[in-house]
């Protein structure tokens, strides 16, 4: 195997306790901090040339959410690392029972090309703040960035414990026949399920975020031009390559006739007459993608936009009337700037629609009436979920992000992150002395034992009474 005598340096380096030491973690976190700051223009550059990606959204979305992460996990490292002491029972009053976070060893974090920084970095900080080792695969169709990466990044970080691997699927494959100790993976159900197969061969435990067709309910009592804006936004950022991206809008025919003027004024107030002129409009990433999702633009009527341009590959900011549950569109996740409008008579029939199909990354109810978006929070199920906007939820270092059934396992931000990566260990330390203590467990047993045990071991109900 091409890459059993990197992980086994890894692993040796594992072994050796140097990833253990917090300032050691601060230090390799603090670099990545540097990486950001002096590769900002390369960044730039990269995923310009990799996704027409504007600079404005490679600045949110791929550094300061990122350094956002770092900053947070800095902040708060050391309390993280920290021994969570747990109650004990009357029997072990004297003794220390605490959980340990260790962390799991050498780990593999395999990245998609949609946002080719930020989903490789943000799973990287947790595993570096645990105290891991960690072997980054970049995903080899965003190309540039694949290779600023793979050039740049290794230089900021010791090569001893951490590593950049590149190729496409024969190398991927190669890789994952190697025993890693926790593996992450960002990408698409079908290849999730692969990774989770060649994970299971090793019993490593993994988090799989995966996509999904995201259900956006538009209730009848709303803003509609600001519900427009808003949802114009989260689909068409990144030109809709985005896994937590609205895939479609659920709403009565009364409020589509609502919505199309005003997510029409939406798209040309962000993007101009013609949004392929625009400067703040992106392209789809390979001529493989395009041609996948143009195949699309044939379910229902196009209301809005439509245009397409192989040479470029661009296609506009749609959206599509008259779509069928049975369309093509709404078979698979769209991932790409096409918003498809399925009329629904209710929210009880919006409601059992995204109930109907597999669970999705994220939920998103729009109303004026609380009521309403907290009928269609309790009454779904979905990795996350965000009233009255899109996408923002996923900004916040303090909420776990991941998905639910087929939409993924496992959470990562912030101080889910580090847990992500953390093996909790229970701990329970004794003293060498008192012995008499433990007399009652030991043989020969007695009912007068038994009862010395229970009294001292057993956890009772709050509020319990006891009837005499």
């Known amino acids: 195997n091409p890459f059993a005598g990197l992980v086994s340096h890894l692993r040796a380096s594992w072994l050796s306790g140097k990833t253990r030491p917090m300032a050691y973690r601060i230090a390799q976190l603090e670099a990545l901090g540097q990486f950001l700051d002096d590769k900002k223009q390369q960044i730039l550059e990269a995923t310009a040339a990799d996704l027409g990606k504007p600079p404005f959204e490679t600045e949110l979305s791929e550094i300061?959410?990122?350094?956002?992460?770092?900053?947070?996990?800095?902040n708060k490292l050391s309390h993280w690392m920290k021994d969570e002491q747990v109650d004990r029972t009357l029997a072990m009053q004297l003794d220390s029972a605490f959980i340990r976070k260790d962390p799991y060893g050498v780990v593999l974090i395999i990245a998609p090309w949609n946002y080719p920084i930020h989903l490789f970095l943000v799973p990287l900080i947790g595993a570096i703040a645990a105290g891991n080792c960690v072997i980054i695969k970049p995903s080899e169709v965003s190309k540039k960035t694949e290779r600023l990466v793979a050039e740049v990044l290794p230089g900021y970080l010791d090569k001893d414990c951490f590593a950049v691997v590149t190729g496409g699927v024969p190398e991927t494959t190669s890789l994952l026949e190697n025993k890693f100790d926790y593996i992450f993976f960002t990408g698409s159900s079908p290849v999730g399920r692969i990774v989770m197969?060649?994970?299971?061969?090793?019993?490593?435990?993994?988090?799989?975020?995966?996509?999904?067709?995201?259900p956006c309910y538009v209730s009848d009592t709303c803003d509609v031009t600001?519900?427009?804006?808003?949802?114009?936004?989260?689909?068409?950022?990144?030109?809709?390559?985005?896994?937590?991206?609205?895939?479609?809008?659920?709403?009565?025919?009364?409020?589509?006739?609502?919505?199309?003027?005003?997510?029409?004024?939406?798209?040309?107030?962000?993007f101009g007459p013609n949004p392929r002129e625009s400067p703040d409009f992106a392209r789809i990433v390979s001529d493989k993608q395009f041609r996948r999702i143009q195949a699309l633009l044939s379910s229902g009527r196009v209301a809005i936009g439509g245009q397409t341009d192989e040479a470029e590959r661009y296609i506009a900011p749609t959206v599509l009337v008259d779509v069928q549950p049975s369309d093509p569109i709404m078979q698979e996740e769209i991932?790409?700037?096409?918003?498809?409008?399925?009329?629904?008579?209710?929210?009880?029939?919006?409601?059992?629609?995204?109930?109907?199909?597999?669970?999705?990354?994220?939920?998103?109810?729009?109303?004026?009436?609380?009521?309403?978006?907290?009928?269609?929070?309790?009454?779904?199920?979905?990795?996350?979920f965000c009233g009255n906007d899109t996408l923002m939820h996923v900004t916040l270092t303090s909420l776990p992000?991941?998905?639910?059934?087929?939409?993924?396992?496992?959470?990562?931000?912030?101080?889910?992150?580090?847990?992500?990566?953390?093996?909790?260990?229970?701990?329970?330390?004794?003293?060498?002395?008192?012995?008499?203590?433990?007399?009652?467990?030991?043989?020969?047993?007695?009912?007068?034992?038994?009862?010395?045990?229970?009294?001292?071991?057993?956890?009772?109900?709050?509020?319990?009474?006891?009837?005499?």
């Open 64 to 74: 300061l959410l990122c350094k956002n992460e770092l900053n947070e996990t800095l």
């Open 197 to 214: 197969m060649a994970a299971a061969k090793h019993l490593t435990p993994v988090t799989l975020e995966l996509g999904g067709k995201n």
């Open 226 to 270: 600001n519900v427009a804006r808003r949802v114009a936004w989260g689909r068409f950022f990144n030109a809709g390559q985005t896994c937590i991206a609205p895939d479609y809008l659920l709403c009565t025919v009364e409020m589509q006739d609502k919505l199309i003027p005003a997510l029409r004024e939406a798209i040309t107030e962000f």
């Open 335 to 384: 991932f790409g700037p096409i918003l498809p409008i399925v009329i629904v008579a209710n929210m009880d029939e919006a409601i059992d629609f995204i109930n109907s199909r597999e669970r999705p990354l994220a939920v998103y109810a729009f109303s004026s009436d609380d009521k309403v978006v907290n009928q269609v929070l309790e009454r779904t199920s979905s990795g996350g």
């Open 401 to 468: 992000f991941g998905g639910i059934g087929n939409s993924g396992m496992g959470t990562h931000h912030g101080k889910f992150s580090f847990d992500t990566f953390s093996h909790c260990r229970g701990c329970l330390k004794r003293s060498m002395g008192r012995e008499p203590l433990n007399g009652p467990r030991y043989p020969p047993y007695s009912q007068q034992k038994f009862g010395v045990i229970r009294a001292t071991s057993k956890v009772t109900r709050k509020n319990d009474c006891t009837l005499l």
